[in-house]
T-cell receptor, first 116, second 112 residues
């Protein structure tokens, strides 16, 4: 079955370190998204991509970067981790290579990141 | 700009009682609307979606929602709550089916 996976599921890192969170989908979707979930804020969009080599900033992109070198993966990098980036991170995907939108996003299980 | 407001961050109902979770949206164009459910330590799972077809949408697990354009609402209901319905529920809006805007979520507690 098609799925979307994230790794690691849990990560503890120190302030100032670079961290990369992986997201891999086998839906063959052209759209991929990264969100962070914080109490009282719901899900906020960090970055998104509508295809290979396409990346766009979301609502809370400062301190984060992404790159899209193939259809299946959209890694999220925290250039210099800060305590304010302690959160749960979700990857999602939607759409198809044939174009158009499936009108729904499929979510991964999440990565819980703690910055100490 | 689009936004979603979920009234009530916490809702408690008795088992067997009606579940009503409120969602109001703002959008400059006819929107696509979604309800997602999140169980503890899991990702979000789609409950139902409105994409400009029938205004009453039926989803999984007995949930349904009605799109009311005049009220800019998309409230989620279930006639009879079950213990397994306890979870976090998120309403989301999109004007192009690609970029989503989520509400802050409503935590549903079911009392036995």
């Amino acid at each position: 079955d098609a799925e979307i996976t994230q790794s690691p599921r849990h990560k503890i890192t120190e302030t100032g370190r670079q961290v990369t969170l992986a997201c891999h989908q086998t839906w063959n979707h052209n759209n991929m998204f990264w969100y962070r979930q914080d109490l009282g804020h719901g899900l906020r969009l960090i970055h998104y991509s509508y295809g290979v080599h396409d990346t766009n900033k979301g609502e809370v992109s400062d301190g984060y970067s992404v790159s899209r070198s193939n259809t299946e993966d959209l890694p999220l990098t925290l250039e210099s981790a800060a305590s304010s980036q302690t959160s749960v991170y979700f990857c999602a995907s939607s759409g198809s290579l044939a174009g158009g939108s499936s009108y729904e996003q499929y979510f991964g299980p999440g990565t819980r990141l703690t910055v100490t | 700009a689009q936004s979603v407001t979920q009234l009530g961050s916490h809702v408690s109902v008795s088992e067997g009682a009606l579940v009503l979770l409120r969602c109001n949206y703002s959008s400059s164009v006819p929107p696509y609307l979604f309800w997602y459910v999140q169980y503890p330590n899991q990702g979000l799972q789609l409950l139902l979606k409105y994409t400009s077809a029938a205004t009453l949408v039926k989803g999984i697990n007995g949930f349904e929602a009605e799109f009311k354009k005049s009220e800019t609402s998309f409230h989620l209901t279930k006639p009879s709550a079950h213990m397994s319905d306890a979870a976090e529920y998120f309403c989301a809006v999109s004007d192009d089916g690609n970029q989503f805007y989520f509400g802050t979520g409503t935590s549903l507690t079911v009392i036995p």
